[in-house]
Nanobody, 118 residues
Framework: QVQLVESGGGLVQAGGSLRLSCVAS????????AGWYRQAPGKQRELVAS???????NYAESVKGRCTISRNNAKNTVYLQMNSLKPEDTAVYYC????????????WGQGTQVTVSS
């Protein structure tokens, strides 16, 4: 069973930065895509950024130019660097490893809260 554990959330003022980390219990990220999602109160969960096993990245329009997703396979970790944070970025951020040829499950972390004050 793969476990994903997020960290790095917190309270930050608008314009500030945070780096979220997602550590996997195994080497899933070396062969699997990964994504960061967020869910604000009263809203649906939405994709923030994703990275394929080949390193292809994709970003939501709302975070393009402000966020960077990256991975360190040796540390079984995926990161989300968030800069120029806005109050509308406030949400619980979740790490995801979707089903693949190597791992059949759809794995989610427990989430980390990001709060941006104006």
């Amino acid at each position: 069973q793969v476990q994903l554990v997020e960290s790095g959330g917190g309270l930050v003022q608008a314009g500030g930065s945070l780096r979220l980390s997602c550590v996997a219990s195994g080497s899933i990220f070396s062969v699997n895509a990964a994504g960061w999602y967020r869910q604000a109160p009263g809203k649906q969960r939405e994709l923030v950024a994703s990275i394929t096993s080949d390193g292809f990245v994709n970003y939501a329009e709302s975070v393009k130019g402000r966020c960077t997703i990256s991975r360190n396979n040796a540390k079984n970790t995926v990161y989300l660097q968030m800069n120029s944070l806005k109050p509308e970025d406030t949400a619980v951020y979740y790490c995801n490893a979707p089903p693949s040829a190597y791992f059949k499950g759809d794995y989610w972390g427990q989430g980390t809260q990001v709060t941006v004050s104006s």
